[in-house]
């Protein structure tokens, strides 16, 4: 069953992420971006193994690089009270589907 995933005090979540813009074959500029995954806590475990790492708001200058200190240190998974889970409609699986509806909780 699909899920979604918030903040349980309702604040937007930032993902530690990593991108670059190259040159690719025949000089086309590409811009590339991957979010940066770790082990799933106990909220996550039960839908998959991995989760994106969640870096929290006093933590941005370090991820940032505006801090002193090695970021890699930020790559855990959230704490349990952070994250709620709920089961969402499988019509999250089109991208054909863009509505509000999709953040709806189904029953299972």
Not at 74 to 97: C, F, M, T
């Amino acid at each position: 069953m699909p899920s979604a995933f918030a903040r349980q005090n309702g604040v937007p979540m930032m993902l530690a992420g990593l991108w670059d813009v190259w040159q690719g074959e025949g000089g086309a500029w590409l811009r590339s971006f991957t979010l940066i995954t770790t082990s799933a806590n106990e909220i996550a475990r039960p839908i998959h193994d991995r989760m994106p790492v969640i870096v929290e708001a006093g933590d941005w200058p370090l991820w940032l690089g505006d801090d002193e200190g090695d970021p890699g240190e930020l790559l855990r998974p959230a704490g349990d009270e952070i994250l709620k889970a709920w089961p969402v409609s499988r019509r999250v699986n089109s991208q054909a589907n863009n509505d509000a509806q999709l953040m709806e909780a189904v029953r299972c």
